[in-house]
């Protein structure tokens, strides 16, 4: 048996630059991993089966990213490797953060490590982006720029240790739904994402909150007025910024230990609260 952890990720920005041709959008958007993560245990079987426990609305089928990814890396690897996956799911679903690609994203790893596939990082990114655009930032993690669809990484030097506070309003965003509103109500204003990247560098993080932005923010406090709540909520208690995850709906800042706890302690709200870490790993 082999575990893996698969850690969530927040979007420090996300800009939409133009749909392509293939139907994705071109993205720009800076990744981060967070301490928070899903439990992955592998086990060597003749058939793939997925049992998972911390959310039963969760399919253990093909309709699960976790199991096509052992679909995907038998087609690529020429194999028809077997496989009980036990997934111990912490972070929320549909909330933004990752979660199912994060979970595909330690089935890969696991699989390679399990059976001795000897599978490089970049292999294993390209099986991974076959499935989702945000798995080949989950298989490597860290900090990183992710452009063309998310599949192309640029690692970026690690932040500080910042503690994360996540709140997840009720409600889910789909994905899809958010990109299509996202083009039916489009903005040409656009986030300068390498000017935030050169911020970063210098360890100029205030400047850096200042600029963090996400083009589809708008389009999720629409759906979901709670986002915004939850933002201002999180300003009032001493976040120097506040903002939205991927396509929503969670809201996070980055700040102290402190602050956090603060945060934590006067969070009164129909909504899941989560203290965590950056991790840089």
Not at 39 to 60: F, H, Q, R, Y
Not at 82 to 90: A, E, F, R, Y
Not at 110 to 115: A, D, F, I, P
Not at 117 to 139: R, V, Y
Request: charged share 20%; with cysteine.
């Amino acid at each position: 048996m082999v575990q893996e952890l698969a850690f969530a990720k927040i979007n420090l920005t996300l800009d939409i630059l133009g749909k392509r041709s293939d139907g994705y959008h071109s993205l720009q958007t800076i990744m981060q991993s967070l301490d928070l993560a899903d439990v992955v245990e592998l086990e060597k079987s003749d058939a793939i089966e997925l049992k998972i426990s911390g959310n039963d609305s969760l399919p253990t089928d093909e309709n699960n990213l976790a199991f096509r990814a052992v679909l995907a890396v038998n087609k690529a690897c020429g194999k028809n490797l077997g496989v009980i996956i036990n997934l111990s799911k912490k972070i929320p679903a549909a909330a933004g953060l990752a979660g199912g690609s994060s979970d595909a994203a330690a089935v890969i790893r696991g699989l390679n490590r399990l059976y001795n596939l000897n599978l490089t990082a970049e292999k294993m990114c390209e099986i991974g982006a076959q499935l989702g655009s945000d798995i080949p930032f989950c298989i490597i993690g860290g900090t990183c720029l992710a452009e063309g669809r998310g599949e192309k990484l640029t690692p970026l030097p690690a932040l500080k240790n910042f503690s994360v506070v996540l709140i997840k309003p009720r409600g889910e965003i789909s994905t899809a739904w958010a990109y299509k509103t996202y083009d039916e109500n489009s903005t040409a204003n656009h986030i300068s994402t390498f000017e935030i990247i050169e911020m970063l560098r210098a360890g100029d993080y205030g400047s850096a909150f200042k600029n963090f932005a996400n083009v589809l923010e708008a389009v999720a406090v629409k759906k979901i007025p709670a986002i915004e709540t939850y933002k201002n909520f999180l300003l009032e208690n001493g976040a120097e910024f506040a903002l939205m995850s991927g396509s929503g709906p969670t809201v996070f800042t980055l700040t102290d230990e402190l602050t956090a706890k603060k945060i934590a302690a006067n969070f009164e709200g129909n909504a899941q609260i989560f203290i965590t870490k950056t991790r840089n790993d």
